[in-house]
């Protein structure tokens, strides 16, 4: 089991950025697969960008790519996701995901596959 704490999230004007961190308890976090989501009111939560285990591969959602960029540390049981240029389209509750048990190359965007969720950091960009 693994709990998740996000942070990072606020208050920043268009076109500015952020770096959201998730940081996991446990001595296993190397073995997870990772993943940003976010949800606005009303709709369903949608894949941001994810990691997988080893850090070789990663997945966008295919309108962030190129302004968001996932990261993590396994050292600091932490994965970061960097958001640039960011549109008031952005604002959103952002959580990040953990799935275990899953090949050291897999990355995913299914919300379903992930196992552990952290309650979320709130990202209001105004325009």
């Known amino acids: 089991h693994v709990q998740l704490v996000e942070s990072g999230g606020g208050l920043v004007q268009t076109g500015g950025s952020l770096r959201l961190s998730c940081t996991a308890s446990?001595?296993?976090?190397?073995?997870?697969?990772m993943g940003w989501f976010r949800q606005t009111p009303g709709k369903e939560r949608e894949s941001v960008a994810a990691?997988?285990?080893?850090?070789?591969?990663?997945y966008y959602h295919a309108s962030l790519k190129g302004r968001f960029i996932i990261a993590r540390d396994n050292a600091k049981n932490t994965v970061y996701l960097q958001m640039n240029t960011l549109k008031p389209e952005d604002t959103a509750l952002y959580y990040c995901?953990?799935?275990?048990?899953?090949?050291?190359?897999?990355?995913?965007?299914?919300?379903?596959?992930?196992?552990?969720w952290g309650q979320g950091t709130q990202v209001t960009v105004s325009s």
């Open positions: 995901a953990a799935a275990e048990n899953k090949p050291w190359g897999w990355a995913s965007r299914n919300k379903n596959e992930y196992d552990y």
């Open positions: 990691i997988s285990p080893d850090g070789t591969n990663t």
């Open positions: 446990g001595r296993t976090f190397s073995t997870y697969a």
